[in-house]
């Protein structure tokens, strides 16, 4: 299945009945192996948990720590961004040069990369020598 199905088909079983604003994410890892998520709220925080932080914990809880390729998907008009909290988890699992495709359900597609979703980016190589 490719990423971008992968990615609608988990989108449907997101659980968002604050926002009503359902979202679906579908990682390749630098295995091969896919892995999906979609966003789930709660009442106390109506936020929830982002689709694309569901893909990356099921990354991490198969074994996987190094992302290929992502691609996000959203109702909205225009391809939706990823959150700040999003990118940082983008940029500690794969490399400034990833692919990440942003869409929207009626086919509108957006691509970028962990790099620029995140320039700047602090990491590890920062706390070197402390
Ligand atoms: N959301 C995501 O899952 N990913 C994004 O990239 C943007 C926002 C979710 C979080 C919340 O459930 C809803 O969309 C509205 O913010």
Redesign the pocket.
Known sequence: MSLKDAALSVREKAY?PY?N?K?GAAIRATSGQVFSGC?V?NVAYP??T???AGAIAAMVAAGEQQLAEVY?V?SSPQP????GG?RQKLAEFGKRDVKVTLASVDGTELETTIGQLLPGAFDASYMEGT
């Open positions: 968002a926002s604003f979202v966003n709220e936020e929830g982002c689709a694309e996000v959203a939706v961004p990823p959150c999003c």
